[in-house]
């Protein structure tokens, strides 16, 4: 284990103090002072869109265009449990998302983000890809599954890998500017929900960029990826996923709100995990009469699925 360890470690840190840079990634023009870089959002999911500047990469988000699907809201993407509209609470989706193989954004984003590489240090893309797990199912996506022989996973990991290798060109070989891809926060299922194959675009790349959410809906977006994630993995085995409620020695202030486990517990069951467990110190009783008012909810909550179960 040491032999093992301490290499690695070794390369970390070299590799960190030769190479890790700090850098700002910012709605507005303002460069702070004390950092390597600066990625400015010339075009962020909302749709809007500002000129890029000389000395900071710029930012383009894709697929996730609110303004674009405005205008075209026939472009949007589809899919069996309803079109990605940010509204559309199947999915996790934050802004509205167009189908990923609409030819006439194809087209007008690639001269689009051609000539912000030419107006900047290099481009960095986000939303490249489907928009979750279903999508598209547009007319013309499914025709062109159809057309393509494969099955509908290889085919969107197609569609993906064929536009990034556009863009990767526009970028790299035509206005010779620095080309950064940015992939959602899920390392295993990226391909079944995305089409996103991460050996794909190493090639097309010159850096990777992984999108981590905020604070606020960090957790139950990242439950959820575990859950895909581990069910992938364990493949037929049946997946237990326990919730730490209330240990041994904790604060009752602590714990998770009913809300909290709701919406954890949700969202984990819809990604497919097959029982779920509460971590509690002892029987329903004793955790009651202990941690006061959070943890009472957390138990109304628990005996109202019961009642729902009975
Ligand atoms: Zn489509």
């Known amino acids: 284990m040491q032999n093992f360890i301490t290499p690695f470690f070794q390369f970390a840190v070299n590799k960190r103090c030769n190479m890790m840079k700090f850098g700002t990634y910012v709605f507005l023009p303002e460069k702070a002072e004390g950092f390597d870089f600066h990625l400015y959002r010339v075009k962020p999911e909302v749709g809007r869109r500002m000129p890029p500047q000389p000395d900071m990469y710029s930012n383009i988000a894709i697929f996730g265009d609110n303004v674009t699907a405005r205008n075209h809201p026939d472009w949007i993407s589809q899919s069996p449990l309803g079109p990605a509209w940010r509204t559309n609470n199947n999915f996790n989706v934050r802004w509205d998302v167009l189908c990923a193989t609409q030819p006439e ?13 030419r ?18 199912t547009c007319p013309r996506c499914n025709e062109l599954w159809k057309k393509s022989g494969l099955n509908w996973f290889e085919w969107r990991r197609k569609e993906v890998t064929e536009y990034m290798a556009q863009v990767s060109e526009r970028v790299r070989d035509r206005a010779k500017k620095k080309f950064v891809i940015g992939v959602l926060p899920d390392p295993l299922t990226n391909y079944e929900r995305f089409g996103v194959n991460f050996d794909d675009l190493a090639p097309l790349t010159d850096e990777f960029l992984v999108v981590m959410f905020s604070k606020n809906y960090a957790t139950p977006w990242y439950w959820e990826m575990l859950t895909r994630n581990f069910k992938k993995l364990f493949k037929d085995v049946p997946l237990n996923i326990s919730l730490y409620v209330f240990g041994p020695g904790d604060d009752p202030r602590e714990v998770p709100t009913a809300r909290e486990l709701l919406m954890v517990s949700v969202r984990m069951a819809r990604a497919g995990v097959d029982n779920i467990l509460y971590l509690a110190e002892g029987a329903s009783q004793t955790l009651r009469s202990y941690g006061g008012k959070p943890v009472q ?11 729902i179960v009975e």
């Open 119 to 136: 107006h900047s240090p290099g481009v960095w893309l986000n939303s490249i890809h489907f928009a979750d797990h279903g999508h598209c």
């Open 297 to 307: 909810e957390v138990l109304d909550f628990v005996k109202s699925w019961e009642k």
């Open 105 to 117: 954004h194809r087209e007008e984003q690639l001269d689009y983000i051609e000539d912000v590489a």
